[in-house]
């Protein structure tokens, strides 16, 4: 039977990234993308502005929305400090099956929590199931459409405290306008730009980094 993308996309990884080396799962996966198949991860030229709010943020408790691979998943949790927690949200079993195996490839499954279902379903039992306070990173990139209600309700959950960031791919490719008129304008958000491209092409896209200001 034919393998899927996310199939040929782990056996590069286990070809030629070495386990518990969280950057050469990273450089095998741009690897693939560059020279065998494009696949949606948030890429090389992006990767590097989210592993420098990362850095900037040191945040304790990360949540990302739409694993996908584990791509980003695995260059986020490899910036973290050490007892840091990342959750991370998948809706479609096949891509989690795969995201798993990238994640222990890397040798990260201590730092990351990948949770199956939807972003709408999992935001409000956040604080009773996995005992999360506040986040202090979440990095979106999941359903487009999704961006601006998961905020919505993240804001009333409570899961976002005075200065939590958050950092959101694909604004401009394939494109959040709704997300994006939200964060540039309301009075609770201080919102940033980061110019960059749509991964692996020349197409414009780039990632917004928006502040909770409580
Ligand atoms: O569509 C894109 N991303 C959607 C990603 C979706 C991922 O997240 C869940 S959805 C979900 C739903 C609810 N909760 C959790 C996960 C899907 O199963 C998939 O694994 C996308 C598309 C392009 N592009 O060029 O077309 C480029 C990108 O960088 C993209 O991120
Ligand atoms: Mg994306």
Known sequence: TQSTRPQRMLAAVQKNATRGDPRSV???????????????????EKGCILDSVVSEVNPATVLELGTYCGYSTVRIASLLPPHAKLITLEFNPDNAVIARQVIAWAGLEDKIQLVEGASGDWIPKMKEEFGVKTFDLVFLDHWKDRYLPDTKLMEECGLLRKGSILLADNVICPGTPDYLEYVRNSPRYKSQYFKSHLEYTKVEDGLEKSVFLG
């Open 26 to 44: 990273v450089k095998a996966i741009d690897q693939f993308c560059r020279q065998k198949e494009w696949a949606m991860n948030v890429g090389d």
